[in-house]
């Protein structure tokens, strides 16, 4: 008897968890449960091949709004191939409505329902031993048999330390982000989110995580993230976990954190204070700054006081700190989007994630949408096409917002040309705005761009603003772009540099200056130092130097 868990996921999302603590949980079983990855940009032929060869008597799969609609396609042609196989799923996408699932997916068997550690542990007992004998004795499934379709219901909580630590053979994870799981559940009720309907919030013994950890940074694992909803809902937990990285640093592993800030104590904010830069990096989800949106989505935040607090914790210079917004929320059309965004943008955080709302299967927004009239794809991801408040155009202009933050904020490539773009606009949102208009005019949207490109572009764009001087924009971006990596060929806006050549050569030979740092002279004849060898930790520029009066009195003492 061999059973197959097969993981169908995102390029570039590593490997479901859960499947890998399904296998974990079922250990006595080990030797007739096979693990299969796969990602959902293979051709559905390699890996009907791959999974036809191994000839399994049951094939198990998770389903998400990533994937959902490949596995259904895949299993369509699986069962025709591997007819007598049971197909099972589970995962969110199918939990929520399992019957109307197996109805519409006649190639299942049936659907795990809800966390599926314990039920497959009893599945797979079904399958290998007959024990149980019958599928009608097992909690937390749907499955169909000749008389139709039946539901057991739900499957009480699992106790989470009970999981085994899957990750001992760390091989099998090379070059992946580690991904951990602390605590389970949420305390908090946010409408959008299916994590709001379970209300069991429950934590990994804090003795048993520290054990864990510190395997992780014995073996220089380079980043642990957190998978936990609300790392910092429990203090304690917390804070004995954070107290424990910081004291067992080993210089390598980062660990990445979601977390509400505005919950977190003076204790707290101690301890990060002098944590290695890059130690850690935090999650920040604000979703909106609008009271009354904050209100409708059941969301608990109290936005002065996260200014309070991620103020606080970029004065430490150490984090990283990732804010995230939602478009498309019920009561918030586009200039309260555009106060949510420049409430958030002031906060400077080193990343800004726009995301666009999806009614989620089960979650309190697919009941509301009528409501709110809200009206979503009805392909996964659910993602919102207009609401009451916006409407389909506004949406697109949302769309162009946020790719063009993600292309120009939140690649850290651009920020020195940023901060100076900023001062000819009545507000953050209307650069981003304006610059995706720009794109759009000049149909950039529909083409890749090589990074040098999308400098020429934000270049091209600056000059239609009034009051911009071309020559410090431009040297602003070659600042930015020397901050990252020291050129092979100047950019056609970059300033000659033949009047100051033989002093920057004296000047690095007298200080000895390394073969790959790089001195460049700005038009207000500023010359600056930038060295590849010594870098920030959290944004990887080159360190900085001042080097103008070391340059030019070389220079002058030769005269």
């Not at 007959?130 to 008389?147: F, N």
């Not at 048993?208 to 694992?221: M, S, Y």
């Not at 001087?469 to 033949?498: C, H, I, T, W």
């Amino acid at each position: 008897m061999k059973i197959m868990l097969a993981a169908f996921n995102a390029k570039y999302i590593h490997s479901n968890l859960a499947v890998y603590d399904l296998k974990a949980y079922a250990q006595k079983y080990a030797s007739n449960v096979i693990l299969k990855e796969y990602t959902i940009n293979q051709q559905k032929d390699d890996i009907l091949r791959d999974i036809y060869l191994e000839q399994p008597d049951v094939v198990c799969v998770s389903c998400y709004i990533w994937n959902i609609t490949f596995v259904k396609e895949l299993m369509r042609d699986l069962a025709k191939i591997l007819p007598g196989v049971s197909f099972w799923a589970g995962g969110p996408e199918v939990s929520f409505d399992a019957p109307q699932f197996l109805e519409e997916n006649q190639e299942f068997t049936g659907v795990m329902a809800g966390e599926g550690e314990e039920t497959f542990l009893e599945l797979a007992g079904h399958y290998i031993e007959q024990k149980p004998e019958e599928l009608k004795e097992i909690t937390g499934i749907c499955y169909r048999d000749a008389e139709g379709i039946h539901h057991n219901g739900w499957r009480h909580i699992l106790d989470l330390s009970s999981i085994p630590f899957i990750y001992e053979n760390l091989e099998d994870f090379k070059n992946r982000i580690i991904y951990y799981e602390s605590s389970r559940g949420c305390p908090f009720s946010c409408s959008y989110c299916l994590s709001s309907i379970d209300k069991k919030l429950r934590f990994r013994d804090t003795e048993l995580v520290k054990k864990e950890l510190q395997f992780f940074l014995d073996h220089k694992v380079p980043q642990v993230k957190f998978v936990d909803r609300t790392f910092n809902c429990k203090h304690d937990h917390a804070m004995e976990i954070w107290k424990y990285i910081k004291e067992h640093d080993n210089g390598i592993t980062n660990f990445h954190f979601e977390i509400s800030a505005d919950l977190l104590r003076e204790e707290e904010l101690q301890v990060m204070e002098g944590m290695r830069p890059g130690l850690i990096q935090l999650e920040i989800g604000v979703q909106s700054t609008n009271p009354q949106t904050i209100k409708a989505i059941h969301r608990t935040m109290d936005f002065q006081e996260l200014t309070r607090i991620v103020n606080r914790i970029h004065s430490f210079g150490n984090i990283h700190q990732h804010l995230d917004l939602i478009a498309g929320l019920p009561y918030e059309d586009y200039d309260s989007f555009r106060k949510s965004f420049n409430d958030v943008y002031a906060l400077k955080p080193e990343q800004l994630q726009l995301g666009f709302l999806k009614v989620l299967k089960g979650s309190h927004m697919q009941e509301m949408c009528g409501e709110y009239g809200i009206v979503h794809k009805e392909q996964e991801p659910y993602e919102v096409l207009f609401t009451r408040w916006v409407d389909y155009g506004d949406v697109l202009k949302l769309k162009t917002v946020e790719n063009m933050v993600e292309v120009y904020y939140n690649s850290g490539q651009f920020k020195k040309t940023l901060e100076y773009a900023e001062r000819f606009f009545e507000d953050a949102f209307s650069i981003y705005e304006r610059l995706g208009q720009f794109y759009v005019e000049k149909g950039y949207g529909d083409v890749s761009h090589s990074r040098m490109r999308r400098y020429e572009i934000l270049l091209e764009f600056l000059e239609t603003i009034p009051g911009i001087s071309r020559e410090e924009a431009a040297d602003r971006m070659v600042m930015d772009l020397y901050l990252r990596e020291n050129l092979k060929s100047r950019p056609g806006f970059a300033s000659d540099q033949k009047a100051y050549e033989k002093s920057v050569w004296d000047f690095r030979k007298k200080e000895n200056v390394a073969k790959n740092a790089h001195v460049e002279v700005f038009g207000d004849k500023k010359a600056v130092l930038f060295d590849y060898n010594h870098r920030d930790p959290l944004t990887n520029n080159a360190y900085v130097e001042d080097v103008t009066e070391q340059v030019f009195e070389k220079a002058q003492s030769l005269v």
